[in-house]
């Protein structure tokens, strides 16, 4: 397992309020006979096939099974070769589809399936075994057919019910914004067509049930991606309604700033200034007379220097604003170690400057989509919502493809979103729930519908096909039921202690 793979697992789970993280290799041995729960563990995701069945899972390999529409839960226990409770990787989801069908997916790209409605889970060997890479959702369309999805940019597939799984994921290539924060080593790979991997996490996969051939994937750094043929052809989404700026312009050979243009660039940076989850990007470029003047034998230095000027004049009015550095990206900044490339890469250079020529001198100043986004449901193949990290909520009713941001009225996380009860409801940390009679648009406190008074995370909310009965699921063994649709839910799990009868002895 790689540092940085660790490091995206910690993030990732610190974002649910978990303290720990077991990072290490794991082998795989399943016990078949089922177990009273006499230690609650976090749970993490819930999927209900059927009224009778549901299975849920999280930390420490915990799996929770329930044939009797949840009155009772027996624990499915996986032995991890003897490790102990606190040494098993963390199972992140799970997705049945039907009540004997299904599959699990998590840390160290483990995936393990059953067929007998949870009972026993066999391992499956997949492009992420040995890798390290985690995998964060996954998605049955049928029996035979299933995606995961996790770290770096993980995207695999399965048509045969997990005998084999296809690595579709995200890589990188030359012409790829990560492709000059490679090592060398990472370069050469590239150029020789070899995968790389694009350094980004995908959170969730969601899919409408049949006949609908409509997906969906959701991610950190705001990914967006949506399919309307079960994923044989993925497009990027885009993120409408924020804010726009006309460039700075620049005469030749010149780098300071109007007076009313810094007032202009204040103004656009104070609109957003609350708005946590979205990044500012500068971006210097040079007109074609600066690229033929100040590049001189090959040398670039004078048209870096300007370049530079530029972008640093424009960043310190915007963290004058208000905005801290860490909101900041300066794209297209001039690479001085050039020559460490040129041998390697001949091209690198001029790639570099035509990627710096704009018809007149200019800085660009443009709003990043940053939200970390958790979760992403339809209720219909049109109108979806998505939660994230600091209550962010994107909203979409053209099936995925432009999505505006909702007012949740909360900056804590949102992790988990019902779009399909009346009203809708989202569920997140310390016991955090909301309710939108608007697809979304707006939210509040809950007014129409019953949740039991918690102050623990709630992770996950399904409903079975009908849409009655559903499940959620959250921290510490907590589970709670709906039977109407999801007006009104009840904790049925942990049990309430009982007292031993006082015996006299």
Known sequence: MTPRSCARLTAFVLALGIGSVACHDVHFESHADPAEIDLY??????????????????????????????????????????RAPAQRPLLYDVSMADEERGWIVGQLGKIVRT??????????????????????????LDANTAWAIGVWGSRIKTEDGGASWQDYSLTIDTTHPQYVWLSPPEQERVRAGEMVFEDVSLNDIYCRPAP???????????????????????TPAEIVGTEKF?????????????????????????????QEHLNILIEAYASPRELRAFVEDGDPSALFDILDSRSVGVRAIVEETGILSDRLRLRGTPPWDYEDFLEDDPTFLQRYLDGRRADESQVTIDIAQNP???????????????????????VSDDGGKTWRYGDSGTKQALYAVAPGTRPALALGEKGNARQSADGGRTWTGLEDVKVPEIFTFMRDVDFEPSGRTGMIVGQRGLVMRSTDGGAEWTKVLPKPKVAKADTGH
Do not use: M
Not at 48 to 56: D, I, L
Not at 219 to 230: A, C, P, V
């Open 246 to 274: 006309e460039p700075i312009t620049f005469g030749f050979d010149d780098s300071d700033i109007s007076d009313e243009d810094a007032e202009r660039l204040k103004k656009f940076v104070e609109a957003i200034l609350t």
């Open 115 to 140: 067929r007998d409605g949870g009972r026993t889970w066999a391992p499956q060997d997949n492009p992420k075994s040995d890798s390290g890479f985690h995998l964060f959702s996954v998605q049955a």
């Open 372 to 394: 970390y986004l958790f979760r992403v449901r339809f209720k219909d193949d049109d109108n979806g919502i998505i939660t994230g990290l600091g209550g962010v909520v994107l």
């Open 212 to 234: 609908s051939t409509r997906c969906w994937i959701v991610g950190e750094f705001g990914y967006i991606f949506w399919s309307d043929d079960h994923g044989k052809n993925w």
């Open 41 to 82: 563990d976090h749970l993490f995701a819930v999927s209900v096939p059927s009224e009778k069945t549901a299975v849920a899972v999280g930390y420490r390999s915990a799996i929770y099974a329930s044939d009797d529409g949840g009155d009772s839960w027996s624990e499915r226990e996986i032995a991890w070769d003897g």
